[in-house]
């Protein structure tokens, strides 16, 4: 039979000291139904111990009820009036973005919580330039949460997760180059890079080449890595020229070769005429290669 709340309350209160501390194992939430004057503390640290959230049903617990119900579960502390520093300390500890509970946190505190979890800047009013600091060291994506941010606190964040750029409003050069450096593909998140910083991201990553950059910074990415040029949309004639001579194989990638980067293709590597379609009787000649049938495929071979 389920039992109502008035019932419910009679049944708790009537029960033993000793059945008391038997349902306190059982079911913690006894202390929202329990006469305060019949909670002892064995029994509230019975309870907390299971379950942290029923120390809300304890009027003034003591500050050994407390420290058991943070050990439970660092959030337990919001339901906690002036929780003493040792309480609060152990709660960020724990879990960094507890420090949402705690009103008015000392310096000591917020330093702890964002060591812990950089997102706990979230919850604190004016930090230092030092809480900042350590905020974005722990997690770079936490500049989002701090207001124009020194270039210190920009680079720290960058270069503990160098997407976080995606965050930074108008980021300096060196913030920017730092980024790249960190991680290339961090140049997506930049408006209008320079052309140095372009270039630092195609050294660290060829493959950055793909994000609007400008001719030198294509031809630096191919002679760097020939392949790269898959990732730029119409190269210029001198960009797959420069692609071809350092490794001919990368004409695969070039829409609509013209003759003259064939030419350098096969000059460089004659196996690349297999990568040609349709190769003009110049292209043929230069790479050595005779032209036969197999079933409906075409294949070269040395004239020799």
Same mark, same amino acid.
């Given at each position: 039979?389920?039992?109502?709340? %008035? ?17 306190? &194992? ?16 064995? @029994? =509230? ?16 617990? #003591?500050?050994?009820? =407390? ?23 152990? #709660? ?6 507890? !420090?949402?509970? !705690? &009103? ?13 979890? /950089?997102?706990?800047?979230? %919850? ?6 030092? @809480?900042?600091? +350590? ?25 503990? !997760? ?17 980024? *790249? ?5 961090? @140049? ?33 990415? *191919? ?7 898959? %990732? @730029? &949309?119409?190269?210029?004639?001198? +960009? ?14 070039? &829409? ?18 297999? %990568? ?11 790479? /050595? ?5 197999? /079933? ?9």
């Amino acid at each position: 039979m389920k039992l109502n709340e %008035y019932q419910l309350k009679a049944w708790v209160n009537n029960l033993s000291p000793e059945e008391l501390e038997k349902c306190a &194992k059982e079911c913690p939430d006894l202390l929202e139904y329990l006469d305060p004057k019949k909670q002892t503390e064995e @029994i =509230q640290l019975l309870s907390v111990t299971q379950q942290s959230s029923a120390i809300q049903y304890i009027d003034n617990p #003591s500050e050994s009820v =407390q420290l058991a119900a943070v050990k439970q579960e660092a959030s337990a502390i919001q339901y906690i009036e002036n929780p003493s520093e040792e309480i609060q300390l152990l #709660s960020v500890r724990h879990t960094g973005i507890d !420090i949402q509970y !705690i &009103k008015n946190p000392t310096e000591e505190i917020q330093l702890v919580a964002v060591t812990q979890n /950089g997102y706990a800047i979230l %919850y604190i009013k004016n930090p230092t330039e030092e @809480i900042q600091l +350590v905020a974005v060291t722990q997690n770079g994506y936490a500049i989002h949460y701090i207001k124009n941010p020194s270039e210190a606190e920009q680079l720290a964040a960058v270069k503990q !997760i160098a997407s976080a750029i995606h965050f930074i409003k108008n980021p300096s050069e060196a913030v920017q180059l730092a980024a *790249v450096k960190q991680e290339a593909s961090a @140049i997506q998140y930049i408006k209008n890079p320079s052309e140095a910083v372009q270039l630092a991201a195609v050294k660290q990553e060829a493959s950055a080449i793909q994000y609007n950059p400008s001719e030198a910074v294509q031809l630096a990415a *191919v002679k760097q890595e020939a392949s790269a040029i898959q %990732y @730029i &949309k119409y190269p210029t004639e001198a +960009v797959q020229l420069a692609a071809v001579k350092q490794e001919a194989s990368a004409i695969q990638y070039i &829409k609509n070769p013209s003759e003259a980067v064939q030419l350098a293709a096969v000059k460089q590597e004659a196996s690349a005429i297999h %990568y040609i379609k349709n190769p003009t009787e110049a292209v043929r000649l230069a790479s /050595g290669r005779k032209p036969s049938f197999c /079933g409906r495929k075409l294949f070269y071979w040395d004239r020799k």
